[in-house]
């Protein structure tokens, strides 16, 4: 069954385990205004204590992901002061984020054209993410004379590497959904037209997943990219121990070895 619901700016479909969320500022190129960063936290927080969803896809209407955080709204802040800038939307930005990275059920974008700014950095953010072969990025800010501010300083490091990361936000330099994943920014590219039903099955077969590992395997790797491996590795350890008992676990043990398909239920 779908359903759909979340207003005009941010659209959400259930699809069986998988909920669907659409950026729907298309005359805007979906840019990330404080409303839609707000109406993105709200629907994470609903689907996190929803036992039924068990993974999200992020996608935009029109003909882009995310042009980036909406700067005309932005500018009256800066104009303002430093520091009206930074609580009115550094902050809030770096919230969603920080949200969507470390949320416990997997997160896919699927980014179907311009992914500029913190479009980008949502892809950064997202745990796994699918690109349309005309999809198009840039780390844009620094053509405005200002930092990226959504966490793409931090991210973007971590997903394709120092030397590139410096050259993208320095340049700030378009570049295509190809290159992106070959730096890794993005797992892979397809045609326009299968983007979503590729997206879609991909968190569809996520989701039959048992949802306590996921969680539990999406934690240690988020906190563990920021430790040592010895400190990464008491992650896994605990990870492991915090997952061990669970009936998902044994079930899934038991089902290996009597040669039959597990049933997961979440417990």
């Not at 955080?69 to 930074?86: G, N, T, Y």
């Not at 416990?104 to 997202?126: D, H, Q, R, Y």
Request: hydrophobic share 45%.
């Amino acid at each position: 069954m779908t359903t759909a619901q979340g207003g005009t700016i941010l659209l959400r479909e259930d699809r069986g385990a998988v909920a669907l969320l659409t950026l729907n500022r298309p005359e805007k190129l979906n840019a990330l205004s404080n409303e839609l960063l707000a109406a993105m936290m709200t629907v994470l927080d609903d689907i996190e204590g929803n036992p039924s969803i068990r993974a999200i896809v992020f996608t935009g209407s029109g003909r882009a992901f995310s042009a980036g955080a909406d700067i005309a709204a932005f500018q009256k802040h800066m104009k303002v002061s430093p520091d009206a800038a930074v609580r009115h939307f550094v902050r809030p930005g770096q919230q969603m984020t920080r949200r969507v990275e470390s949320f416990p059920k997997p997160i896919i974008a699927a980014v179907n054209g311009i992914a500029f700014g913190g479009g980008c950095e949502l892809t950064e953010s997202c745990h796994m993410a699918v690109a349309a072969e005309t999809a198009s990025f840039s780390k844009a800010e620094i053509n405005i004379g200002i930092t990226p501010t959504f966490g793409g300083t931090q991210r973007l490091p971590r997903n394709v590497g120092r030397k590139a990361a410096i050259e993208l936000i320095l340049t700030g330099r378009v570049f295509a959904a190809e290159e992106a994943a070959r730096l890794g920014l993005v797992n892979c590219v397809v045609p326009d037209a299968n983007l979503l039903n590729y997206a879609l099955a991909l968190a569809s077969a996520v989701a039959t997943k048992p949802p306590l590992t996921v969680a539990a395997a999406l934690a240690a790797i988020h906190r563990g990219m920021d430790a040592s491996i010895d400190d990464g590795l008491a992650i896994e350890e605990a990870a492991f121990a915090r997952i061990a008992g669970t009936k998902d676990a044994l079930e899934g043990v038991a089902a290996f070895l009597e040669k039959r398909r597990p049933t997961f239920e979440g417990k």
